[in-house]
């Protein structure tokens, strides 16, 4: 199997910062994408990695460790418009993209 | 750029009835993808187009779901009949390549009685 696996919900306040964690089998990866996605709406691409190490993009940052099939998305100085799940996805050698659950975060004033 | 268009996004029937959703996606894109989200769950694909070719739709149900791309571009996905577990959103994504970042339209969500 190519169970992807990241906690079902986090909360965290205003200002804060935090790390959403995802876990996935390392055979046959491609590469490891970030979505987030607000209540009813589509999934938005956020981050992509397929090295080693932390890729960082404003307030958003991915990190990613092959060897141990792991990879985090840090969000810094969070804002309530934050509050969305966020998706973990990975690319294996099949062409297909096998989503995680989503971590559903929650932001509090 | 525009994004990926779908309609209709919500659509109610009633169960044993046809139902179909359209999907335009961005300009250039070769690559289309239709998957099934459940509520609470991530995107789960039903298949996979390069050009007008579909290239994995293993997890199809083909005793009710079918899709077509005719020409390389929009895309209609299918369910004859509908039933009920098959309430859920519909979303459909492109991307330039096989390899590509996936965009992802709005979706159609599909409430069946």
């Known amino acids: 199997g190519q169970n992807i696996d990241q906690p079902t919900e986090m909360t965290a306040t205003e200002g804060a910062i935090v790390q959403i964690n995802c876990t996935y089998q390392t055979s046959g990866f491609n590469g490891l994408f970030w979505y987030q996605q607000h209540a009813g709406e589509a999934p938005t691409f956020l981050s992509y990695n397929v090295l080693d190490g932390l890729e960082e993009k404003g307030r958003f940052s991915s990190f990613l460790s092959r060897s141990k099939g792991y990879s985090y998305l840090l969000l810094k100085e969070l804002q309530m418009k934050d509050s969305a799940s966020y998706l973990c996805a990975v690319s294996y050698n099949t062409d297909k993209l096998i989503f995680g659950t989503g971590t559903r975060l929650q932001v509090f004033p | 750029e525009a994004g990926v268009v779908q309609s209709p996004r919500y659509k109610i029937i009633e169960k044993k009835q046809p139902v179909a959703f359209w999907c335009n996606p961005i300009?250039?894109?070769?690559?289309l993808y239709w998957y099934l989200q459940n509520l609470g769950q991530g995107p789960e694909l039903l298949i996979r187009y390069e050009n007008e070719e579909a290239v994995d739709d293993s997890q199809l149900p083909k005793d009710r779901f079918s899709a077509e791309r005719l020409k390389g571009v929009d895309s209609t996905l299918k369910i004859q009949p509908a039933e009920l577990g098959d309430s859920a959103v519909y979303l459909c994504?492109?991307?330039?390549?096989?390899?590509?970042?996936?965009?992802f339209g709005p979706g159609t969500r599909l409430l069946v009685l």
């Open positions: 300009s250039g894109h070769n690559t």
């Open positions: 994504a492109s991307s330039r390549t096989r390899e590509g970042t996936q965009y």
